[in-house]
Structures are given as C-alpha cells and as structure tokens.
C-alpha cells in the first residue's frame, strides 16, 4: 500500500479509537449490570475492547459502533458465564483432591511383590493367612477346615504374617495388606 492510501485508513482507525474510548463509560455501566460486580465489569470491558480490536476487519463502517461493542460486550460475558456455570469453587483443593486418583502403577508392582512373597511361605501358613486373611473367616472356622486346633491355626496365622513382613520390608503398601489379613 502506498502512503496516500494509508492516510484515509489511519484516520478511519483514529475515529474508530476514538468512539471506541468514548463508549467505555457505557459499556462499563452494562458490564456491571450484567455482573453485577465493579473488577468483573473491568475485565469485561478490556476483553470486549481487545476483541474488537482485533477483528476490526469484521466492523462495517457506517454501522453503529456502540451496538457492535455492546454485542462484543454481552456475548463474552454468556460465553464466560456458560463456562463459569460448570466449574466449581475450590479455593483451598479440597474437592481436586478428592478427584484425584493416585498412580495404579505402583499398586500393581506392590501387589506382584505380595504374590510372590505369599508364593515363599510354606503352604501351611500360606492357607492360614488366605482363610483368615483373605477370605475373612474366624480363627475358628479356619481351624475347622484345616482341620487343625485353633491355637495350631493362630500359630501359622502369626508365622506367615511376620514372615511376609520379613519378605516386603522394603514396601510400605504391603505392611497394609498384612494388616488387613487378619
């Protein structure tokens, strides 16, 4: 473009500019009114001027300037309210740490550690720590299927559980699952 042909292009700029600084009072008002809050009735105010500016290719001259802003103006303020409306406040992480879902690679490395340490126990206190354990059965009821004393069926019970302790000494997730097996 040559320098004549830009002259009539940076005075329209100048003009449009100028309308544009001239309508924020306006344009600020219906923010508030529509937020109802003076800081989010700033930003969308600046967030209209920076979007107008930037396509303002896509203004027609000749046509209402404050119309097309305030058109600006309301459909940031919907867009922003429809995605406000599916977020949740959650200043201090409460709820993110609820939703959080630790690693399972580590999980499933402990649990292949346990099943081959239960795979080292002699089968007697193997099938103690199982029924008990495991399946959830009373002392009692475990001595009754291995037909066994009960005192017999606690014995095997505490053996295999320090002895898996022994085994996974080095992982802190399988201290709990001997916890839980009995």
Request: glycine fraction near 4%.
């Amino acid at each position: 473009m040559s320098n004549e042909a830009q002259k009539p292009e940076l005075a329209a700029n100048s003009s449009i500019k100028a309308d544009m600084i001239a309508a924020i009072p306006s344009l600020r008002a219906f923010a508030v009114s529509l937020s109802g809050n003076a800081d989010r009735a700033d930003d969308l105010v600046q967030e209209t001027l920076v979007k107008a500016w930037s396509h303002l290719s896509s203004f027609q001259a000749g046509t209402n300037l404050s119309a097309w802003l305030f058109t600006i103006l309301r459909n940031v303020y919907y867009s922003e309210y429809r995605k406000r409306r599916r977020e949740v406040a959650d200043s201090d992480g409460a709820f993110a740490a609820q939703l959080a879902q630790p690693a399972a690679q580590n999980d499933h490395m402990d649990f292949l550690d346990f099943t081959a340490a239960m795979q080292k126990l002699p089968p007697d206190q193997r099938e103690a720590i199982i029924l008990v354990g495991a399946s959830g059965l009373s002392y009692e009821e475990a001595a009754a299927v291995c037909s066994c004393a009960v005192g017999t069926m606690k014995s095997r019970v505490n053996r295999g559980r320090n002895r898996l302790a022994e085994l996974l000494a080095t992982s802190p997730a399988a201290a709990k699952i001997i916890a839980k097996a009995g």
